[in-house]
């Protein structure tokens, strides 16, 4: 498939630190059918670290979302907890830390992140994203 082509896949997950390996593997395959395999490594890194975080720290489902378009891949976790994400600190401050690196990695690793709330036919959570731009 050529990279010009726009497209969009969406993996719905149960609350379970499984799913996690599962939306990895997915997202490997996704990429490498459309012949995407240089990004395979970092986007895994990011879908690891998004997913993780809508699974342990949520109670309810979660979803990942992986959109190809005009060059650029969106990798993004749903959760159905409206509440805000930690901001990520600095990653010198977290050497020594077990936790909390998730967003730091992401926001070091990514070209763009961010998150927004979302409401749905009285359902609520929200939507955690991240960027990579394909170097020609």
């Given at each position: ?19 996690v ?45 992986v ?70």
């Amino acid at each position: 498939m050529p990279e010009n082509e726009s497209w969009e896949y969406s993996l719905y997950i149960p609350n379970d630190l499984r799913a996690v390996t599962v939306s990895r593997r997915t997202l490997r395959l996704i990429l490498t059918m459309h012949g995407l395999i240089r990004l395979v490594d970092v986007a895994e890194l990011l879908a690891t670290e998004l997913v993780s975080n809508a699974v342990r720290h949520t109670k309810g489902p979660a979803a990942l979302r992986v959109r190809w378009s005009a060059g650029v891949l969106r990798i993004g976790a749903w959760d159905a907890d409206p509440a805000p994400p930690e901001p990520p600190r600095p990653l010198g401050q977290l050497a020594e830390s077990e936790e909390g690196r998730g967003l730091a990695l992401v926001r070091a690793c990514a070209d763009v992140w961010g998150w927004q709330p979302l409401a749905r036919d009285g359902n609520r959570g929200k939507y955690v994203w991240c960027e990579l731009a394909a170097a020609a």
